[in-house]
């Protein structure tokens, strides 16, 4: 009976595992990567932006959004805003740019008076598991699709059942998927939802909502002081949640002018690395004792953050400020070692790879740096864009994935893996 039993086993976990539709090492699965930290493994980038080493190889006009693509696979997914009443999502062939499928609902949002200027459209990056793709729509819905055809599986709309009001910049927060969970900053609270069936697991550091309550963060797993948790920045404090059970394990204030605490924390060790529009970069370290954890502000610098999340290089963090220039800063000590003397636009998303950083510029340049402590060095910059790039770019094999405000473009590198074996490793 016994090698029965074990025989059976073996047989379901074979069927599940030939079933499965794993995520490939090509992927760029999520907002910020597989990792979500911006870290990109794979082909060494070249030194030069310009045609002969950069080129494009397609390219799809779509209504307007913010949220970033990502790739799983053969498939590139990515959302829209049209007609100002509908939110879509697309899966295009990797290949070719050819429209697999496309679905749609009514969930359009408009934005306060003040936030205008950065559009009403859908904001979100969407996060994939290979099989299932979770989509957050402007009026606080999470939509579970299909991977391969489109369809819907679940949905679960967070002013309804949470009884929470519509939040006034839309859900911004990027879903992270994680084992058989999708954890989401919604509702007016922080919320773990079973991402086969939708049902809430649990719901924890709930507030106001409303005007000051639309979270822009997202959140991330980190290890900090031995414990694997997740890293949640709300507009006004910076938490540790148990992922099993959503205990809050400490808790710290972060003063942003209204509440603007956009980018999301990074980590390196113990230590805790954010800054806030209107506030400082702040270092905390979180320690623990006896089973009780505690957080305390370990520096303190003058420099503010806006909405671009740094990336982490041999422990220094290189971040685009709001005075628009880029400043390297060491994420345990705090000691500023360079600012750099160009400016840019408001925005950068970051990639880092081998030493070196890709900087998608909300003006629509791609910028190439060197990971130098010394100075801030500017390897190659290539403008690709004539609208605005808000996006996160995603990078995944010998591809770039650029969502411009109005059409998605994917570039591919010439000589990327012959490079390979020249570039330095990182060290995240």
């Keep these: 009976m016994k090698s029965l039993d074990c025989l059976l086993k073996f047989t379901v976990l074979l069927f599940a595992f030939a079933t499965a539709t794993p995520l490939c090492a090509g992927d760029w699965p999520q907002w910020r990567g597989p990792q979500r930290d911006g870290q990109f493994i794979g082909p060494a980038w070249p030194d030069k932006l310009d045609t002969n080493h950069l080129r494009r190889v397609w390219r799809v006009e779509l209504g307007p959004g913010y949220s970033g693509p990502i790739v799983s696979g053969t498939r590139v997914f990515t959302t829209e805003t049209k007609d100002k009443k509908f939110e879509a999502?697309?899966?295009?062939?990797?290949?070719t740019g050819k429209e697999l499928w496309h679905t749609q609902w009514e969930g359009a949002l408009s934005v306060p008076f003040f936030a205008k200027s950065n559009g009403d459209w859908i904001r979100a990056t969407p996060a994939c598991d290979g099989e299932r793709l979770f989509v957050a729509g402007m009026r606080d819905v999470l939509v579970c699709l299909d991977v391969e055809t489109g369809k819907e599986r679940w949905r679960f709309d967070f002013v309804k059942k949470l009884a929470a009001p519509v939040p006034d910049f839309g859900f911004v927060c990027s879903p992270l998927v994680d084992d058989g969970a999708v954890y989401v900053q919604a509702g007016a609270s922080f919320v773990k939802l079973n991402k086969r069936t939708g049902e809430v697991i649990w719901r924890t550091l709930?507030?106001?909502?409303?005007?000051?309550?639309?979270?822009?963060?997202?959140?991330?797993?980190?290890t900090l002081a031995g414990k694997r948790q997740l890293i949640v920045q709300t507009r006004e404090k910076l938490a540790g949640v148990a992922p099993?059970?959503?205990?809050?394990?400490?808790?710290?204030?972060?003063?942003?002018?209204?509440?603007m605490n956009i980018l999301t924390p990074v980590v390196h060790k113990d230590t805790i690395f954010s800054s806030t529009y209107g506030g400082k970069t702040i270092g905390f370290k979180v320690k623990e004792s006896d089973g009780t954890f505690a957080i305390a502000e370990a520096w303190r610098h003058k420099a503010q953050g806006y909405m671009s999340t740094p990336v982490v290089m041999d422990g220094v963090a290189y971040t685009h400020l709001k005075s628009q220039r880029v400043?390297?800063?060491?994420?345990?000590?705090?000691?500023?070692l360079w600012t750099s003397g160009p400016s840019f636009g408001k925005y950068w998303?970051?990639?880092a790879q081998g030493g070196r950083m890709l900087g998608l510029d909300q003006r629509g340049v791609l910028i190439l740096l060197r990971a130098n402590k010394e100075k801030f060095e500017l390897i190659d910059q290539r403008k690709l864009a004539d609208t605005e790039t808000w996006a996160h770019l995603a990078a995944a094999d010998d591809e770039l994935f650029i969502r411009e405000l109005k059409a998605l473009t994917v570039y591919r590198w010439n000589g990327a893996a012959a490079a390979l074996e020249k570039a330095p490793a990182s060290n995240p």
């Design 89 to 95: 999502v697309t899966a295009f062939d990797r290949k």
């Design 327 to 336: 400043m390297a800063i060491e994420v345990e000590t705090g000691r500023e």
């Design 206 to 222: 709930q507030d106001k909502g409303g005007m000051w309550g639309s979270v822009f963060s997202s959140p991330v797993f980190a």
């Design 244 to 259: 099993a059970d959503g205990k809050i394990l400490w808790e710290q204030p972060v003063e942003a002018f209204r509440g």
């Design 349 to 351: 998303s970051l990639v």
